[in-house]
């Protein structure tokens, strides 16, 4: 089975402004009234069990019978605070520009309430967009929660620039990685997840910067002649 990989085209003046914005945002110093926050999302597709599983036994994990049944597919949002050591998850029964908007409002009033503006790094997918508040939103409590975020894009095909990805990879082997029934045991396995990792301190240890960028992704910058 082949590895498929996003791979940006070389030369590619839009992904490397990108970058470079998103890198330089990464390496700003803590302001907790200034945080940086990376927001990404992911789905599990939720298994009821038909039998009882087998409990575990001395040299023996637990055994799960192969017929199940599906019960539906939930979406997870991650906020992670790289500087401020905490992430958070939120559940949602889908992934639409309703579900988004709310997100951004719980980040704003909820998850850092103290924060003069929220430097928000995100993907491109058509439901990130600010004008997403509007449709959501009266207009005056739209502009309350924009007048709190700066967003920050990630390149197309840049993906694994936003920490928020990492997270969640992390979050799929230690707490995904089985099968899970329903919305309220994913809820609280998650909630549990996200406590214990926040606990720890847990954080990513962020090296990669612009001046790394420019030597070892110079293929994918602009020849520029004089």
């Known amino acids: 089975m082949k590895e498929e990989w996003c791979i940006p085209p070389e030369a590619n003046a839009a992904f490397v402004c990108a970058m470079e914005d998103v890198l330089d945002v990464y390496h700003l110093p803590d302001d907790p009234r200034y945080p940086t926050v990376c927001l990404d999302e992911t789905s599990k597709q939720l298994v009821r069990e038909i039998a009882t599983p087998l409990p575990a036994e001395p040299g023996q994990p637990e055994r799960y019978d192969y017929e ?70 009266p207009p005056a409590e739209a502009k309350r929660i924009l007048d709190k975020l700066e967003f920050h894009y990630t390149p197309k095909h840049g993906s694994w620039l936003n920490m928020a990805e990492i997270e969640l990879s992390v979050l799929s082997r230690q707490c995904l990685d ?44 602009p020849s520029i002649e004089d």
Do not use: S
Not at 77 to 105: E, G, I, S
Not at 119 to 131: E, G, I, M, S, W
Not at 192 to 221: E, P, S
């Open 68 to 137: 199940y049944e599906r019960n539906g597919v939930q979406n997870l949002f991650m906020f992670f605070c790289p500087l401020r050591n905490w992430r958070h998850v939120k559940v949602t029964d889908r992934r639409t520009k309703v579900d988004y908007a709310q997100c951004l409002r719980e980040l704003v009033d909820d998850l850092v309430p103290d924060a003069v503006r929220i430097r928000v790094v995100q993907d491109n997918l058509n439901t990130h967009t600010p004008a997403a508040l509007y449709e959501v939103f």
């Open 178 to 221: 089985r099968r899970i029934p329903d919305k309220e045991t994913l809820e609280q396995e998650t909630i549990a997840w996200a406590q214990t990792r926040n606990a720890k301190g847990a954080t990513v240890n962020w090296r990669f910067t612009t001046a790394d960028a420019r030597i070892k992704l110079k293929r994918l910058y």
